[in-house]
């Protein structure tokens, strides 16, 4: 109840009226007189409240007006504007921002073959490693790199092994899109995100690059982030398990393979030569482990 006090015949004296309304939309007012009587006119003596009951038609609020509201709740127009992005009004512009840039790194970029890995710390609950990975299925893709690696190689006694070191951008927009593929049939599987140990097949060189850091965070416009930066390094042979959707892909070529500066073989048949062994009359050493 909301009470309002009113002077009557131009002066105060302790006239008051209230208002209140009801759930159902019912408009009570109550309006108290003095406790003295007051003759107004026709000598007719009102009694000391009055009320009265009022009800009250629906309120229809134009929609301009409920778009000039949504407008001004939005953000604060008063404010600056790169501080106060981060609302769902920007996501238009957020929205042009990822196809302009799509548009141009599928355009401009380099083409690819993302392959996917799994990896199950359950395998290892301790260190919560996986040595087993699993290489489960491949789309393709496009990315951008700021510059093209440069493909140096080097030669230490354990074998041969890739230098190179680079970025690649991916796109979120797209490649939301093109994780959901199975050769040229869309939304089969659901989106996926970048991991690290996926493996790269870029096409202009023929090389297969393994994914070592995953970040989000990048190319900001608006308070929000429209594309992955992946740290990519050259594949080495690690001898994953294929699955049979990519046991027949280029991968295949690589998994499992020699190493060209490999001399195992040829120490396992030479050792028996210059092996010790012990003779018949001979003491067995003692081991101080007690053969622990």
Not at 20 to 29: D, K, Q, R
Not at 41 to 49: D, E
Not at 164 to 176: A, P, S, V
Request: hydrophobic share 35%; aromatic share 14%; net charge negative.
């Amino acid at each position: 109840m909301s009470n309002t006090n009113v002077g009557l015949n131009g002066f105060s004296s302790g006239f008051s009226s209230g208002f209140e309304v009801s759930a159902l939309g019912v408009l009570t007012i109550t309006t108290t007189l003095p406790p003295v009587s007051a003759t107004i006119k026709t000598n007719l003596v009102y009694p000391p409240t009055l009320s009265a009951t009022f009800t009250i038609q629906p309120i229809t609020v134009d929609a301009r007006f409920a778009e000039i509201v949504d407008f001004f709740g939005c953000v604060p127009y008063n404010t600056n504007n790169f501080f106060q992005k981060d609302t769902e009004c920007s996501d238009g512009e957020r929205e042009l921002y990822d196809v302009l840039q799509m548009e141009a790194w599928n355009s401009f970029g380099v083409n690819m073959v993302y392959y996917v890995t799994d990896y199950t710390k359950s395998n290892e609950p301790i260190f919560g490693e996986d040595n087993d990975r699993t290489v489960l299925r491949t789309f393709d893709s496009t990315g951008f790199m700021d510059q093209l690696p440069r493909e140096d190689r080097n030669v230490p006694q354990f074998g041969i092994e890739g230098l190179d070191l680079f970025k690649l951008y991916l796109n979120k927009l797209h490649f939301e899109a093109a994780s959901t593929y199975s050769g040229s049939q869309s939304a089969i599987y659901d989106s996926y995100r970048p991991q690290t140990g996926d493996i790269i097949h870029l096409d202009y060189n023929d090389i297969f690059y393994e994914v070592t850091h995953v970040k989000d965070k990048v190319e900001q416009f608006l308070q929000r982030s429209h594309a992955w930066d992946l740290s990519l390094r050259e594949y080495k042979d690690a001898h994953l398990t294929l699955s049979s959707e990519v046991s027949s892909s280029d991968l295949s070529a690589y998994v499992d393979q020699n190493d060209y500066l490999e001399q195992n073989q040829d120490i396992d048949n030479e050792k028996d030569v210059i092996l010790y062994t012990s003779g018949v009359a001979e003491e067995p050493p003692q081991d101080p482990f007690a053969s622990w």
